[in-house]
């Protein structure tokens, strides 16, 4: 492969990777906050369910429950967008490192030894 193709790519690879690695950071955070609120959403399900008060119960649903459950529901799809987004950028870097080996010059073994 020529000099200044190889160098191109190289140059292309390390954008995405800069890219990747930003995405693979806000992934990492949401899935700390969607860790949170799963908790969060999964222990006010069980005192709704363990309480008999409706008052309270709907109380608790408005306060916590519902927030809770959107911003659950929020962040998982977020979530989701991120891995696809992770899979689309790793797909670049991985597709440029073959291209890179497809093209790299063959060594001849029986020439280098000659």
Do not use: C
Not at 36 to 62: A, L
Not at 77 to 103: A, T, W
Request: proline content about 2%.
């Amino acid at each position: 492969m020529e000099d200044y193709l190889a160098k191109s790519l190289d140059e292309w690879k390390e954008d995405i990777s800069e890219v990747l690695d930003q995405i693979n950071t806000d992934y990492d955070e949401v899935k700390k906050e969607l860790k949170v609120y799963s908790y969060k959403y999964g222990i006010t399900k069980q005192v709704i369910q363990s309480t008999v008060n409706e008052e309270i119960i709907e109380n608790i649903r408005e306060m916590y429950h519902k927030p809770f459950e959107e911003k659950y529901s929020e962040l998982k799809e977020y979530i989701r967008e991120l891995d696809e987004k992770r899979k689309v950028f790793q797909m670049f870097v991985n597709k440029i490192d073959e291209v890179k080996r497809k093209e790299a010059p063959k060594t001849d073994l029986a020439a280098t030894y000659k």
